[in-house]
């Protein structure tokens, strides 16, 4: 993520002690990739929702992306840690976005709820984080509960950060961060999605205002 302030000059948001989950393609790895191999991956974030990835063979992919499969190997050694990449890639850009708006004039609030309406972008079809067929990638789960337990850290750091500004009263802000940053995980679980009348990240943008709303002092 980038350190750059913002161009309007206005002082981007900290996080102390909040560090981003260890990507799946470590970064050297990552600079060693040839221009063709970066494409790829960028196409397979594009399609990784159309396409049932994770369901895909190597061969089926490198066809679909019309790669060799050379090309592949050389991103990751097995389908399962392509898959992880391409998911692992995407959700780092949804955290990039949701994060690089946030200025330290906001009120604590008014950037917890931009960033979760921001991170819940996570949970939109176009996404597939949590698909049932990611469910049986190995690793999967470690993956997500990562990129979950970032946002509950920004979360958790965002509301002390309110409760210190005397924005909202003083409540368990690490139980709290919890219920806020899992709530778009919970509402796309495919036995909760099927039964939603609403898309989960509408759903959890809902109840996410529903919550902050009630923390406001004085009400």
Known sequence: MSSAEPEDGRQRLRFPGVRAPKPVLAPETERRLTAR???????????????????????EIAGQ????????????????????TVVDR????????????????????DAL????????????????AYSRA?????????????????????????LDRAIAEGDISPVDTASLAHVLGGLGREFAR??????????AKATADAIV???????????
């Open 190 to 199: 495919p036995e909760v999605a099927e039964v939603a009348v609403a898309p």
């Open 65 to 84: 992306m019309n790669c060799s499969l050379r090309t592949l190997y050389g991103i990751s050694p097995s389908k399962e840690e392509l898959v992880l």
């Open 113 to 128: 709820r931009a960033y979760l309406q921001a991170a819940n972008e996570a949970v939109q079809p176009t996404t597939v």
């Open 134 to 158: 990611l469910v049986d990638i190995p690793g999967a789960g470690r993956l997500l509960d990562a990129h979950e337990g970032y946002v509950i850290a920004v979360t958790q750091s965002l």
């Open 37 to 59: 191999q970066r494409e790829v991956l960028d196409a397979l974030e594009e399609q990784l929702a159309a396409e049932g990835l994770a369901e895909l063979t190597m061969a």
């Open 90 to 109: 995407r959700l780092r850009r949804i955290g990039r976005a949701a994060i690089e708006p946030l200025h330290a004039s906001m009120a604590p609030l």
């Open 209 to 219: 205002e529903i919550i902050l709303r009630g923390l406001v002092r004085g009400r």
